[in-house]
């Protein structure tokens, strides 16, 4: 009995001896993989509180929000701009036969305050939100996997990748914006600064550039209007919960279906805009001229 005792007294002495310290390795990261995001929150519980202060609701419940019904009432300005640009010159067949319709509903939305409610101020909140909420997610995924104390140049060097994953919403969005507002410098703001406002401009001055610039109108026209029709159905089907996700038939058929109705839409903007508008021609006389003087002062084109 007294052997085992001493036995097992000697062996705690010895796992109790002092050891020399040695670095703990930490595992290799495999840092060309993206860094999975934060898992989304429960929905919180409602409260009777108005205002932001005690609502329980997270800056990304309000910039989602933000960005969801800005497209919503951007949306009332995109329909009757898609009207009057596609539908009517699809059943008219004719420029100037379109034209009464476009300059019956342009003073409802070119006007104050329908064109900053309406266009201005919807498509601000709706590029800023999307900007803010993926600076977010990207500050979370530096502040949950420890990565915020990580200098830039390591982050680089390292190919660490925090900011969250590019959706086709995402993607399609960045490149929509500048075609977005490239369509407008050339149709709403130049016209405003050299002649004092758009009312000479309409469909006549978008014929007039397919006719004299074609390379560029073509381009130009046929990324914005698929972008755009993309865009705007992928954008419903994520504010709806229709998203695809998974690989299930139910899954494949959903893809199908919102991709079959975006090409739906680019097809019939572009059999009026396209097909009708980019055919009319040039203008003559003065009026022509007025035109070619308005397409010269785009800037970083020769055209």
């Known amino acids: 009995m007294d052997r085992r005792e001493s036995t097992a007294s000697q062996e705690t002495f010895i796992s109790l001896q002092q050891l020399d310290p040695s670095p703990i390795e930490s595992p290799e990261y495999e840092l060309d993989k993206q860094l999975p995001e934060l898992p989304a929150a429960s929905p919180p519980a409602r409260s009777s509180t108005l205002g932001l202060s005690g609502s329980g609701h997270t800056s990304v419940y309000y910039l989602t929000r933000l960005q ?17 640009t596609s539908i009517v010159p699809l059943f008219t067949r004719s420029v100037p036969a379109s034209e009464p319709y476009l300059l019956l509903t342009r003073p409802y939305y070119q006007s104050f305050p329908f064109e900053p409610l309406l266009i201005t101020l919807p498509i601000a909140t709706h590029i800023l939100s999307g900007l803010a909420l993926r600076i977010h997610r990207r500050n979370a995924n530096l502040a949950r996997y420890g990565a915020s104390t990580i200098s830039v140049s ?44 758009s009312s000479g401009v309409g469909l006549g001055f978008v014929s007039h550039g397919f006719a004299k610039h074609p390379f560029v109108a073509w381009t130009g026209y046929t990324a914005l209007i698929g972008v755009a029709a993309g865009h705007f159905v992928w954008g419903v089907a994520r504010w709806n919960g229709w998203m695809p996700v998974g690989n299930n038939k139910k899954v494949k058929r959903r893809w ?32 022509g001229k007025g035109y070619d003087s308005l397409y010269a002062k785009i800037p970083l084109l020769k055209l």
């Not at 800005?70 to 329909?79: D, G, H, I, K, L």
């Not at 994953?165 to 600064?193: D, E, K």
């Not at 396209?274 to 003065?286: K, P, S, T």
């Open 68 to 84: 969801k019904y800005s497209s919503y009432v951007f949306t009332v300005y995109a329909s009757i701009h898609l009207t009057n």
């Open 154 to 197: 390591s982050r680089l060097e390292k190919r660490l990748k925090v900011w969250p994953a590019v959706s086709w919403s995402s993607l399609s969005g960045f490149v929509l914006a500048p075609l977005v507002i490239g369509h407008a410098f050339t149709n709403r703001l130049l016209p405003w600064i050299y002649e004092g406002g």
């Open 256 to 287: 199908w279906t919102i991709n079959g109705i975006s090409v739906g839409l680019a097809a019939l903007w572009m059999a009026g805009g396209l097909g009708v508008i980019a055919r009319g021609g040039r203008a003559d006389g003065w009026v």
